[in-house]
């Protein structure tokens, strides 16, 4: 479904992505794993759009997407859950997952994608009147998940999704992500540093270090190289 | 008999304030978008002015008719010095979005000095008067007035019930969010540029059917200033807030000009100025961040 090819980018004069190559495939949660500043969120930003390609290519569905503009890629149903959440803070809960539905072929389905969300985090249902800002870190994960499922992805990425969160939470994060694949049938393109989470729920597993990927394999051929884990997982 | 003085002049101050208002929303439209302050600010005002004047002078067409006109050049405007200035300089340090938007008020003041010269203009809208007991208000006011505020309202409407509005408002709050929605962000700052010059030269119109006289290429310095005052009172970046400050502002000049009016030897004029700024510091000395809605 997605195909990235010797992907090069960076910011400024600073390269941060070395060729990275990797396939993403359809109904999969595809994991990229790697500790922090490796180039794993330029990845996806690049993929996305935000940060604008070097040299490389994106294939989306088989057809070229490197340089589409962002918003036509989230037409084409590709959404991004992004680090930091960038809610919008003063508008409601509610405002928020409508804001999600902007792209005109969600519109239609903004009701059904939001009864949707709703029975996924039952307490943004509860808490849909209160302005995204004044919500905990956990709940306001959930409104960016959910703003990103209003758009009606086909694919989504999400960055660091368990970033910051209790325990707890981060498990009904993972639970979440695995929904979404199978109640949804969404495909998962999942960025994570908490490797044996992911380890647990995605389908196919690539590793990244210094802008490149090191390795990849499904998660027991991962789980089974010692060399691996040692050298890039540190588990 | 002072009362009614008072009376008058704040119910004349109620419609000036709106037009005040009306003339700030521009600013604090462009500062919440796309955080860049507009020091051209009353220049555009000045090019509405001159539309007014070219119109009804030249082509006797009314004031009234020249609010669409000139809020179609101020768009048109607005979206060519977006694309051949202010794009470039979104990410550069505030000193340079500064010194450009500076630059370009500048421009259009030489501009209109070549064609127009530097003359003192004025124009002379009959259209009649309006007695409210206290007070009499010429008919050219009270339009002034009530279309600032039906632009006010028409403004709030576009915002929070139009697709295109619900897009601009999501690049305020968060721009990476509002990518992340697929809204196309750097159209979003191209048409919020463009609507809040074409709000400011629209602006233009109405507070020359406010004040007909003293039309020249000079003439926004003052506005610029008391715009800034206004923005302030009503927090940046909000343009409700900035039509709101300036219905305080207009109170506060008409009411302080009876009152100043009273001392002898006092140009009264003169003082209200000095009083805007005098509140301008003491705002920026407590509230930094604006009176009605801090952030």
Avoid at chain 1, 196 to 217: C, F, P, Q, R, W
Avoid at chain 2, 86 to 96: G, M, N, S, Y
Avoid at chain 2, 147 to 153: F, K, L, Q
Avoid at chain 2, 168 to 186: I, L, P
């Amino acid at each position: 479904m997605l195909d990235v090819k010797d992907l090069e980018s960076g910011y400024g004069p600073m390269q941060v992505l070395w060729k990275p190559s990797l396939t993403v495939k359809k109904g999969n949660i595809t994991s990229l794993l790697g500790p922090n500043g490796v180039g794993k969120s330029t990845l996806l930003e690049t993929v996305f759009g935000s940060v604008p390609p070097w040299g490389g290519q994106v294939l989306y569905n088989g057809v070229d997407v490197t340089r589409v503009p962002t918003h036509k890629k989230v037409d084409m149903g590709l959404a991004l859950v992004p680090e930091g959440k960038h809610l919008f803070p003063s508008m409601t809960v509610y405002e928020n997952l409508a804001m999600g539905a902007y792209p005109k072929k969600a519109m239609p389905h903004r009701e059904k994608n939001m009864q949707l969300v709703y029975a996924l985090f039952p307490r943004l249902k509860e808490r849909s009147e209160q302005a995204a800002g004044s919500l905990s870190g956990g709940e306001q994960q959930m409104v960016t998940i959910s703003r990103a499922l209003m758009t009606q992805p086909q694919l989504i990425m999400l960055d660091e999704p368990s970033q910051g969160l209790a325990p707890l939470l981060v498990r009904e994060v993972f639970e979440t992500i695995v929904k979404m694949k199978t109640d949804i049938g969404l495909t998962v393109l999942l960025i994570e540093q908490n490797a044996d989470a992911s380890l647990n729920s995605a389908d196919y597993v690539y590793i990244m270090h210094e802008g490149t990927i090191k390795a990849e394999g499904t998660p027991e051929e991962i789980k089974g190289s010692s060399e691996i884990r040692e050298a890039y997982l540190g588990i | 008999m002072f009362f009614e003085l008072l009376a008058g002049n704040l119910i004349q101050g109620v419609f000036l304030g709106a037009v005040y208002g009306m003339a700030t929303m521009g600013l604090s439209l462009i500062f919440g978008v796309l955080k860049v302050v507009n020091v051209g600010h009353g220049a555009f005002i000045m090019v509405g002015a001159f539309i007014t004047l070219a119109l009804f002078d030249g082509l006797g067409i009314s004031p009234i008719l020249a609010i669409p006109a000139a809020f179609g050049v101020g768009l048109a405007l607005g979206l060519f010095f977006y694309y051949t200035v202010i794009q470039r300089l979104i990410k550069a340090p505030e000193l340079a979005t500064l010194l450009a938007t500076f630059s370009i008020g500048i421009l259009l003041e030489e501009v209109i000095k070549l064609v127009f010269g530097s003359e003192f203009r004025g124009y002379n809208w009959v259209v009649g008067k309006i007695d409210l007991g206290i007070t009499v208000v010429p008919m050219s006011k009270l339009y002034a007035g009530v279309g600032s505020v039906v632009i006010a309202v028409l403004l709030y409407l576009w915002f929070n019930r139009t697709r295109a509005g619900s897009a601009m408002r999501s690049v305020v709050e968060d721009s990476e969010g509002a990518r992340v929605c697929g809204v196309n962000v750097g159209a979003a700052y191209a048409w919020s540029f463009a609507l809040g010059i074409g709000l400011t030269v629209a602006s233009g119109v109405l507070l020359t059917m406010f004040i007909p006289v003293g039309i020249n290429p000079y003439m926004g310095g003052g506005y610029t200033l008391k715009a800034f005052v206004i923005a302030v009172l009503g927090g940046l970046a909000s343009p409700y807030g900035a039509f709101f400050g300036g219905l305080v502002f207009g109170l506060i000049e008409n009411g302080s000009y009876t009152l100043f009016a009273l001392l002898p030897g006092v140009e009264p004029f003169a003082l209200t100025r000095f009083l805007s700024f005098m509140i301008l510091l003491v705002i920026l000395l407590i509230r930094p961040t604006g009176l009605l809605r801090g952030k």
